[in-house]
């Protein structure tokens, strides 16, 4: 597509993309400089955002756009494609990145982690690496630019290197970060082929022309599906993500969280449906289950945690699970050829990866702003901070009803279009798999709730009630880049969550060029207002209205109150409960609201509890929940690591006649064996 | 091997046979000093099947590597090797990790090994010298077997050095020497080699206060 000057828009993409690098040289200039970092750099880099997501947004629905650079090895050069499917996630990084910048703009403090320069740095080339992921048309270009994005985002979450706790957190990610990466290059190694060696063969346009077979391809699969699902934070792979978030800084656990994750599944999704054609129904399936079990988890243990950054963090993996459902339950469908209702599934995931960069990005620029204010991530020292911070609370609290899925927000759309491909699965031709289909409804609508519940702990813990230290009297307020940074993705959240019909026609543009078919037609042919997928007759949804509704009816409540009970009503101390002496620690806490859920899933958690006994002069309770992954999986594997390293060593016995007696025998048997 | 060979190829296998002996013999010997001697022996047994070699083909480039040896093996390393354990001051006995007889054993594998391994190549091979291949092979893997024995660093450089001679031996046999460059090179590394091997008999002494490399066990990491 061309624009108003005739160029290219993948051309302004990457001009885009090089105003980022720019930028984040600029840094160099004057690493120290803190205001230089605060007013010129993170501005400069939240304009190109949103000049970025503009691009990106009209170039979506066009032909898809390839260009060759002369970078790269003799003979390997980048390719780079824009089509819709990578315009859709550079709209999700363009305009979550506006928000993020300009609120790093304010966030940044002077004599806190790296110099702002070199933060800057690294947080710019972060961009400009996520957006060449999304750019890349060759296994060598997306490679080199998957790994710069895992660098630079792991000296980002390292950026406080002094403390121990936080450089094991970026030890973890990395590492887990590279299996994922070894992963997703031997994915690549089969997808090419042996057809074309060298040159030719390592271009996505390459392996799309081949037709694999089904051992290799379901090889390749489950390669990407390993690799991916590492950065993702898929079970059993997610234990980087309650580490690496609650470590780096606000702004960099908002790109993690709300960008960096998406590209994953970004490429599980150029994978799946673009470079291999023909999925296999238990492809699907073992996503679907893979996604059930990751969102179950996630939630139920973030439901447990007292840091707010951790409780984030377990409820992304949460929303990465139902992203992962809502991809298997399309594979799953296109694997049967009902490619409608691929169709719905697949824009359910497309429509949530939106959403959740917009709320997951808010939530974790909330905690930011509280963590400045009170300097504690810990939920057992705040509360009643709305008093103090009514600007962060209120957008906060757009972002938790949006991330609990509740209407008129924007993630209820997309959990109810997820839920609505579920209810349409009796078509499927497969005994097992309708039947199991109901069951991870189930699960899924249960999530849901769950999700409500912990959105519930995390606003009410922090923002209601009453202090519960005596510092949270002088909390301070965001301040004005910080608010713009919010509201611009709060505002984001309202109108994905008010206006989902005119985003569909959207994500039309990129399930048609995947699947051939969307959604669009039956969804909003009937009128702009009401979201119906599939049939109006059988469930639609009208979030204008409803949003209407709602605001009449608590205008008319609140009219009618003031109106008639204005002598009686009292005011009195939050939470009080009829009961004359209370103190702020007398209220409901984070373990408190968080212990119900523990005495129902307590198989799933692994915990240490002290508790006090009656005499105690100084009585405390502690509890630790710890994954049962750590103990199952990650402890013995590092614990196989070390004996095959003791087994290594065993040979180095540091005597000279020893290793001389190596070279020796290995002389003599190579010559005995060239004499066979 | 019959009697009808030419006198070249006798004396050649005469010497080759020498060469072989003084290699056993190294491995036997107990004294560095002996040792030494034992090595400048093997170096002029070099240099005359080298001569006699040159002789033989008319390959004049062959007088060179046989005055190389000569300067090189007979006369420059054993000074060096003389001054050295004088200043070092151990002409002692060598106590070697595996008792003599048993690594005259495993020598005695080794020759049946190497000429076993020699035969299709010195089918293939078109000198008069071709039959010797053997005799080099083993002379090399004698002397790796000896350089894993020992305990000391002085013998284990002569051992490596010795390694030297066989391979020059294999060359000379197989393809009537390498070409002059890769000669010179070779003698040019193992000149370095042995001044850099002094240097560090300084350092390990100096460390440990004996040349004993079972003192190397300390540097390895735990």
Redesign the interface.
Known sequence: MTTLTGALSIDWMLLLVCAWIVIALAGLVAPKSFRYASRVLYPAGALVGLLLALTAFIALGGTPETMVLPLGLPDLPFHLRLDSLSALFLVLLGGSAAGISIFSAGYLRQAEGALPGLQSLQYHLFLASMALVLLADDAYAFMVAWESMALSSFFLVTSDHRLPEIRRAGYLYLLIAHIGAISILLCFGILQGNGHVGVAGYTFANMRSIDHSVFWSSAAFGLALLGFGAKAGLLPLHVWLPEAHPAAPSPVSAMMSGVMLKTAIYGILRVSFDLLHHPLWWWGVSVLALGLVTALFGVIYSAVQSDMKRLLAYSSIENIGLLFVGIGLALTFQSFGMTGLAALALTSVLYHCLNHAAFKSLLFLVTGSVLHATHTRSLGKLGGLIHRMPWVAWLGLVGALASAGLPPFNGFVSEWLLLQAFLFTPGLPHGYINMMVPVAAAAVALTAALAGYVMVKFFAVIFLGRPREENLAHAQDAGTLERIGLSWLAALCVALGLFPVYVIEKLDLVTRPLLGTGIYGAAGAHNWLFLAPIDPGRASYAPVVFLLSIAVIVAATMFIVHRFWRGRTRITGAWDCGFPVQTARMQDTAEGFGQPLRQVFEPFYRMQRELPSSFDKQPFYRVVVDDHFWYWLYLPAARAAEFGAKMVAFLQRGRISIYLMYSFITLVVLLFLIRG | MNGHLPLYAQVINLLAAMLLLLSFAMLAQRRILSLINLFMAQGMVLFASTVVVAAATGQHHLYWSALLTLVLKVMLLPWILHRLIRRLNVKWDVET?INIPTTMMIGLV?VI?SF??AL?ISALAGTITRSTLGVALAAV?LA??M?????KAVP?VIGFLAMENGLFFAATSATYGMPMVVELGIALDVLVGMVILGVFFFQIREQFDSLD??H?????ED
């Open positions: 990790l080794l090994f076993n391994l299709p893997m790796f077997l350089m894993i024995t020992r305990s284990q490399i079972r190397l066990e300390q540097l390895k």
